[in-house]
């Protein structure tokens, strides 16, 4: 008998991320009592104490931590292994993941290069928050992805640059710096930013996910925000940018997962990067 059923570590995981049985089970769609026992189940099977347990709190011992760690590695490692299994059986779509309005303009030209090699298939786009792209990638729901370094974790990620460009500070039109034709971070040391859903330390503003809600904060003079330029441009109405200096550039790049050599994939990576400046062909 296998030590961990696939079933019993998607159950580990979702309780090691929330830190929150409750929480874990609605994720889940289980009950707490049946999660608190598969827990327990494991627990005694593995010989060790995966989680602390107060009335208040869950935290994860350090074998909890090595867990969750590999653990994660090895549920991506079998939907990848399911989805290669499923494309293998036909010629199915290529699944191209971006962020709404975060393609700077590229998008067009990357599928119609695409569309001339003799392996293209039919590309769907899929749209994503701010946060999870890369998670589209590891986890086999995307074939490949435009993504923003250094701000997505490109680990196990093979990427080729298209885009370099400056960050701006975004702000409202009356902001006392909205008029300056270039700032450095320090003079946004006492301004308030948003945070991005599972980007922790990013800021102590209102959480946001989407470039609509940043505006609106921006425009309200709520938040501010420095941001890849291409995200903010043209400017709405409203809002001002302004070049940071100092916040170093942006690169969008094309990704797909580091192993997958699949010819449709890699024909959208190499169609991709002829379109750069220089490029043969580009």
């Not at 790049?253 to 991709?272: G, S």
Request: charged letters at 20%; one cysteine or more; hydrophobic letters at 45%.
């Amino acid at each position: 008998m296998d030590l961990l059923e696939i079933r019993e570590l998607r159950y580990f995981v979702a309780v090691a991320e929330e830190l929150h049985f409750g929480h874990a089970a609605a994720r889940l769609a289980i009950a707490q009592p049946a999660l608190s026992k598969t827990i327990r189940r494991i627990e005694s099977r593995l010989h060790v104490q995966l989680f602390d347990r107060t009335s208040r709190s869950v935290a994860l011992t350090p074998a909890g931590a090595a867990l969750l760690e590999h653990g994660r590695h090895a549920l991506n490692a079998m939907t990848v292994a399911v989805q290669n299994a499923q494309r293998a059986a036909g010629d199915k779509p290529l699944r191209f993941v971006i962020k709404p309005g975060g393609d700077a303009n590229l998008l067009s030209g990357i599928l119609a290069a695409y569309a001339q090699h003799p392996c293209a298939r039919q590309v769907d786009i899929l749209f994503s928050g701010a946060t999870d792209r890369t998670d589209h990638l590891h986890d086999g729901r995307a074939d490949a992805a435009l993504l923003y370094a250094p701000f997505d974790d490109l680990t196990g990620l093979a990427a080729e640059t298209l885009h370099v460009e400056d960050r701006v500070a975004v702000l409202p039109e009356g902001h006392r710096l909205a008029e300056r034709d270039g700032i450095n971070l320090d003079d946004l040391s006492d301004e308030v930013f948003p945070r991005w859903p599972g980007v922790p330390g990013e800021g102590d503003g209102p959480e946001i996910a989407h470039a609509a809600e940043l505006i609106a904060l921006v425009r309200i003079g709520r938040v501010v925000a420095v941001v890849p330029r291409s995200l903010i441009t043209p400017a709405p109405p409203g809002i001002a940018c302004v070049p940071v200096a100092d916040a170093g550039p942006s690169q969008i790049v094309i990704a797909r997962r580091e192993h997958d050599h699949r010819d449709h994939v890699t024909a959208l990576i190499t169609a991709a990067a002829s379109l750069r400046p220089g490029s043969v062909g580009g």
